[in-house]
């Protein structure tokens, strides 16, 4: 698979690495820098991001999905008075307002400063994020062209759902009288939305820089609400997924471009699985957006995924008992 090269004219408009921009390499902490997916004004993509929605648009079904994922409804003014009641109610009863309105999983976590994009500010101190299941039948289908768009509209459904699911929830609880603001993907602005989502126990990250959840795989998109309604955060959930992908080579070996390291590595600060924006972006340009890796990680496969849930979990158990001695 590792024999993609990029047409000259898409290698021309990566002017600047984006693993620089990123933060590839950097000892210290810092807030990461706006790039794919923001205003062109604040990062060097802006070509490039034009070009890759030129390219998914052009597949049979996409458009009208990606244009639902940007059609934001309205948002209501908060309500004048603040109703009362204890975290615990707050979260019992957003988790049921959002599972019920398209949300397929919930969770909560409060702020971090480094979860926000330099040049943006987000005042909220806590943030709710909503994971969207794809439909892998569907997914499997990825990378889509002008003949096949299956996995390309999959995606944009997915990422409608979270427009529509992650404004309603703003809604509702702007009407109990607290501020809400939405950042649905995959234009999420401010809000880096994997971190929290990890925090809040949606699952953990992949060796291909997308989550893996315990219920969908990497087969799930994200939304994500700041609120200052009072609410308990949930807790991250270790299931053995970062273990697994130590000495899974699938995702890597399925990439085209050869962007998915073997190994973690240091960026802004922290040890993480890390995919190669250089190698990976002008392929997602060309192939009208990709999602290889997570159509063909062992975890999205219904299948497969209970029998992993299994067997990392006594992997995990194995290992606490031997900590212990």
Same mark, same amino acid.
């Given at each position: 698979?590792?024999?993609?090269?990029?047409?000259?004219?898409?290698? /021309?408009?990566?002017?600047?690495? *984006?693993?620089?921009?990123?933060?590839?390499? &950097?000892?210290?902490?810092?807030?990461?820098?706006?790039?794919?997916?923001?205003?062109?004004?604040?990062?060097?993509?802006? &070509?490039? $991001?034009?070009? /890759?929605?030129?390219?998914?648009?052009?597949?049979? *079904?996409?458009? &009208?999905?990606?244009?639902?994922?940007? %059609?934001?409804?309205?948002?209501?003014?908060?309500?004048?008075?603040?109703?009362?009641?204890?975290? &615990? !109610?707050?979260?019992?009863? =957003?988790?049921?307002?959002?599972?019920?309105?398209?949300?397929?999983?919930? *969770?909560?976590?409060?702020?971090?400063?480094?979860?926000?994009?330099?040049?943006?500010?987000?005042?909220?101190?806590?943030?709710?994020?909503? +994971?969207? =299941?794809?439909?892998?039948?569907?997914?499997r289908q990825v990378p889509s062209d002008e003949t096949n768009g299956a996995g390309v509209t999959e995606v944009g459904r997915q990422y409608a759902r979270g427009?529509? +699911?992650?404004?309603?929830?703003?809604?509702?609880?702007?009407?109990?009288?607290?501020?809400?603001?939405?950042?649905?993907?995959?234009?999420?602005?401010?809000?880096?939305?994997?971190?929290? =989502?990890?925090?809040?126990?949606? *699952? @953990?990250?992949?060796?291909?820089?997308?989550?893996?959840?315990?219920?969908?795989?990497?087969?799930?998109?994200? !939304?994500?609400?700041? %609120?200052?309604?009072?609410?308990?955060?949930?807790?991250?959930?270790?299931?053995?997924?970062?273990?697994?992908?130590?000495?899974?080579?699938?995702?890597?070996?399925?990439?085209?471009?050869?962007?998915?390291?073997?190994?973690?590595?240091?960026?802004?600060?922290?040890?993480?699985?890390?995919?190669?924006?250089?190698?990976?972006?002008?392929?997602?340009?060309?192939? /009208?957006?990709?999602?290889?890796?997570?159509?063909?990680?062992?975890?999205?496969?219904?299948?497969?995924?209970?029998?992993?849930?299994?067997?990392?979990?006594?992997?995990?158990? @194995?290992?606490?008992? $031997?900590?212990?001695?």
């Amino acid at each position: 698979m590792k024999t993609y090269q990029p047409k000259p004219e898409t290698q /021309a408009l990566l002017r600047v690495s *984006g693993n620089t921009i990123n933060g590839l390499g &950097e000892r210290s902490p810092r807030r990461a820098s706006p790039f794919f997916w923001h205003p062109p004004e604040l990062h060097p993509f802006g &070509e490039l $991001q034009s070009a /890759a929605r030129t390219q998914s648009r052009n597949c049979p *079904g996409a458009a &009208e999905q990606f244009r639902a994922a940007y %059609t934001y409804p309205e948002l209501i003014p908060v309500a004048g008075e603040k109703r009362s009641a204890s975290a &615990e !109610a707050f979260s019992a009863e =957003a988790r049921a307002f959002a599972l019920s309105h398209e949300a397929d999983d919930f *969770g909560v976590a409060a702020m971090d400063p480094l979860w926000v994009f330099e040049s943006y500010d987000i005042h909220e101190p806590t943030v709710i994020v909503l +994971a969207f =299941a794809h439909d892998y039948e569907q997914l499997r289908q990825v990378p889509s062209d002008e003949t096949n768009g299956a996995g390309v509209t999959e995606v944009g459904r997915q990422y409608a759902r979270g427009t529509r +699911a992650s404004h309603a929830l703003a809604n509702w609880i702007r009407a109990q009288g607290y501020d809400a603001q939405p950042y649905p993907g995959p234009a999420a602005g401010a809000l880096l939305l994997i971190p929290p =989502a990890i925090s809040a126990g949606l *699952g @953990e990250l992949g060796k291909h820089g997308s989550m893996i959840s315990r219920h969908f795989g990497s087969g799930f998109r994200l !939304a994500g609400v700041t %609120t200052n309604m009072p609410l308990h955060a949930t807790h991250s959930d270790r299931f053995g997924a970062d273990e697994f992908c130590t000495n899974c080579q699938v995702c890597a070996n399925a990439c085209p471009p050869g962007a998915i390291s073997n190994l973690k590595q240091t960026v802004r600060g922290a040890e993480r699985w890390y995919v190669d924006f250089d190698k990976c972006i002008p392929y997602f340009v060309e192939a /009208a957006s990709c999602g290889i890796c997570l159509a063909v990680c062992p975890w999205t496969r219904p299948p497969v995924r209970p029998n992993l849930l299994v067997k990392m979990a006594r992997r995990i158990s @194995e290992q606490s008992v $031997q900590g212990e001695n």
